[in-house]
């Protein structure tokens, strides 16, 4: 068992960690991409703790993958894994405000109440068509498709709006056979058409004027700051690995714009 990662390209492997070949999609997609290593403090790197009781241990396990490149200044997958009582992968692509680009986001939870699964191409100023517009022309009928195989997941806060496209697929699953099957058979597929339509936008981006940076790093901003403050992992990430580490975390590693 590998449990020293000295880089954050180095890849992950936390056995019996059920969200790996979502993990490894996105990585061989990202490979043409010429990735570089994005820096990371070792104790998040790979981070290993005891949680419940005396009588009946569990140990969880956060691993940390991230690189950026080009056009991304940050990549990065947060792999919790703490057998039945947790299993997540949380990936987000942070394109450079140089580039009209959404975020990628994507947020797989395995909880013993079941799974919920989240993905999105999510705006940096969901009120500039300029910025939105492209994005969402191509991602509604991807969108379309796979929503019509999934059962909705339900209210999201009204807070939460801004932050949000149309194409945001939002879903919960039982656990067992019938939840498994739906996830191999329409949230991987759907995962990896999520993420091949950016690399597409990706690909296609052209460097934007500093103004229009400028204003892209503040809608970027007002994105991150939410998400950091918002963090539903928060709670369990701190009964795991305690307050410190967790706020370090969210806010050196998760969310460090
Ligand atoms: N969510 C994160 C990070 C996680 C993480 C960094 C490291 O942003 C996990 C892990 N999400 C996580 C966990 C839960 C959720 C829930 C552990 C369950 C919390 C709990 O019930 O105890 C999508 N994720 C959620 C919820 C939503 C999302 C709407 C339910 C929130 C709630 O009930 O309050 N997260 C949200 C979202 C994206 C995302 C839209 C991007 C596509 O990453």
């Known amino acids: 068992m590998t449990t020293t990662r000295l880089s954050s390209t180095d890849s992950v492997n936390i056995p019996g960690w059920g969200w790996q070949p979502f993990l490894e999609d996105a990585v061989q997609a990202l490979k043409p991409l010429n990735l570089e290593p994005y820096p990371v403090a070792e104790d ?8 419940g009781s005396k009588a009946k241990p569990v140990t969880v396990t956060t691993a940390t993958w991230a690189c950026k490149t080009d056009k991304f200044r940050q990549v990065r997958a947060a792999c919790v894994y703490g057998g039945a009582a947790a299993s997540v992968l949380n990936f987000v692509i942070n394109p450079s405000a140089r580039f009209d680009l959404p975020f990628f986001g994507g947020d797989l939870v395995t909880l013993p109440s079941g799974h919920l ?14 910025h939105t517009q492209h994005v969402w022309d191509k991602l509604i009928p991807i969108f379309e498709r796979w929503r019509s195989k999934l059962p909705d997941g339900g209210p999201i806060p009204e807070e939460a709006q801004p ?3 149309p194409g945001f697929l939002w879903t919960r699953l039982p656990l067992g056979d ?18 091949s339509l950016y690399l597409e936008l990706t690909e296609a981006a052209q460097p934007v004027p500093d103004q ?28 795991f690995h305690g307050r410190d580490w967790t706020e370090k975390y969210i806010h050196t590693v998760l969310f460090d714009l």
């Open 178 to 195: 019938e939840g498994e099957h739906l996830i191999n058979t329409v949230v991987r597929p759907a995962f990896n058409d999520y993420l």
């Open 212 to 239: 229009r940076r400028d204003h892209l790093l503040a809608g970027q901003r007002r994105y991150t700051d939410y998400r950091a403050e918002k963090d539903p992992a928060r709670g369990m990430l701190t009964r």
């Open 117 to 130: 699964l989240a993905l999105d191409l999510q705006p940096a100023d969901k009120s500039d068509p300029i």
């Open 163 to 165: 932050f949000f496209s």
């Open 44 to 51: 998040f790197l790979y981070k290993q703790d005891q949680t």
